[in-house]
């Protein structure tokens, strides 16, 4: 576990195990999907201990707070002493229950539903995501 006093945004979020690799990290930042109070920034961004970062990873938003820089990959139970997950509950409760949501199936040779029945699908999502 070394420490070191300047390190890029990039391979912070390598070592804290935020992204799977260094080039994903990398196209995030240049993307705009990892922000520092609300404004976007580089990869060569250097981290500082107590800066709030928004990274956002497909429908995932995260609230990392930094704590202790880390320049090398490490194990995920030792990565999360190096930042905080300071995500609102509410925001974590709803990613969660994005994937506990019904499953809208037809069977299989049923072909095209009808007029009817696809109101009825419009109106069981509605109530649902509504």
Known sequence: ?????????????????????????????KAGRVKLEGNNIKPSHEVKAGEVYQVSKGVERRVLKV???????????????????ITPVEQTQAFKSMFQAPILKRD??????????????????????D
């Open 1 to 29: 576990m070394a420490e070191k006093e300047k390190l890029r945004i990039d391979k912070y979020l390598w070592a804290i195990r935020a992204f799977k690799t260094r080039t994903l990290a990398a196209e995030a930042c």
């Open 67 to 85: 704590n202790a820089l880390l320049e090398n990959r490490v194990d995920a139970k030792t990565a999360v002493n190096f930042y905080d997950d």
């Open 108 to 129: 299989r040779g049923a072909g095209r539903p009808t007029k009817k029945e696809r109101r009825d699908i419009d109106e069981l999502k509605d109530d649902f995501f």
